[in-house]
């Protein structure tokens, strides 16, 4: 294809300051957003992120609008009860809940009242307390109480079982000031946007010729939290590089955040696709030890990550 684009220039991107997801994701994108964006169109009508999960890049997207779609609906549920709320009262009633459940407050208390320290961590005084929470939420699911599980939950990650059960273990941590920090930031971000949110499948959503579409799926080449109960197959990858096809014959652009290899692992559907459609594969530089995918003697543990445009 040959499409003009203004991307953004490098003192653009010194000038920008991103915006850090609440939410832990495994393979989220917020230590990648500086070489993702220089790949966008600077000038964006509508920005569609297809696979949103944590919202790093739709949160620090510049379109006119903005519409982030998951197909976990508790996580959507959760962006529209952050924007439609204040920073203050959300973060009243998280602390309600942690004192309900007589959670840890190592930030206001430090380690010290808790009887333990950083190294060791929150886990064995939180445990009980947890359990009672996880069970009370999957009883009852809300919003704040998803994210107050959240922030006590393994690595502050999100998995479902097959039953749509939340079942993470409990975390070492508690609602750090980093944590309070990224929250309220993100919070104050999303007021000043134009975005919607949808928990829909991706072959069902609708896209607009004046849009940009971005996606961030699952990997095939990888297992992780969101594929491992059987979430992403073969014949998903091949729908959504059908659906790809399809965005460039309206003249739509896109760009697909994947790995064409992790730990020995090839995703060969996704090369052969590459290649056959000449698409654009940009290579990027992660702390998983990735290099070019034509370079010789590589790591046999390390992560090619790439970006994938039809522009």
């Not at 976990?72 to 973060?91: A, R």
């Not at 459940?101 to 950083?118: C, D, M, P, R, V």
């Not at 690595?155 to 975390?171: A, D, H, M, S, T």
């Not at 999303?190 to 975005?195: E, M, R, S, T, V």
Request: proline content about 3%.
């Amino acid at each position: 294809m040959n499409i003009s684009v203004d991307t953004f220039s490098y003192l653009d991107l010194l000038q920008k300051e991103f915006i850090k997801s609440p939410l832990n994701y495994t393979g989220g994108k917020f230590k990648l957003l500086n070489q993702i964006v220089p790949f966008f169109p600077k000038k964006i009508d509508t920005f569609v992120d297809l696979f949103s999960g944590g919202c790093n890049v739709a949160i620090n997207s510049n379109a006119n609008k903005i519409i982030a779609n998951d197909i976990n609906k508790e996580v959507i549920e959760l962006y529209e009860y952050f924007k439609n709320n204040s920073i203050k009262k959300i973060k009243t009633e998280i602390s309600n809940l942690i004192k309900r459940y007589n959670l840890s407050e190592s930030s206001k208390f430090g380690y010290e009242k808790y009887n333990t320290n950083s190294r060791e961590g929150l886990a064995s005084y939180n445990k009980e307390n947890y359990l009672r929470l996880r069970e009370d939420y999957n009883s009852n699911p809300n919003p704040i109480m998803f994210y107050t599980l959240v922030i006590f939950a393994f690595n502050n990650q999100i998995r479902f079982n097959k039953n749509g059960k939340f079942n993470l273990p409990v975390n070492k941590r508690d609602f750090t000031s980093n944590m309070q920090k990224n929250l309220e930031l993100f919070v104050n971000r999303l007021k000043n946007l134009d975005i919607e949110f949808k928990s829909t499948d991706f072959r069902k959503l609708s896209i607009f010729n004046d849009s940009f579409v971005y996606l961030d799926p699952p990997y095939l080449a990888t297992t992780a939290s969101y594929n491992e109960n059987g979430g992403w197959n073969e014949k998903l990858e091949e729908e959504l590089l059908d659906y790809l096809d399809s965005l460039t014959s309206r003249g739509i652009k896109f760009a697909l955040s994947n790995v064409l290899e992790s730990k020995g692992n090839k995703n060969q559907l996704l090369i052969d696709w590459c290649k056959s459609k000449n698409y654009k594969v940009n290579y990027l530089n992660h702390s998983y030890s990735n290099c070019n995918y034509q370079t010789k003697n590589r790591d046999k543990n390390s992560t090619i990550e790439v970006l994938i445009t039809n522009y």
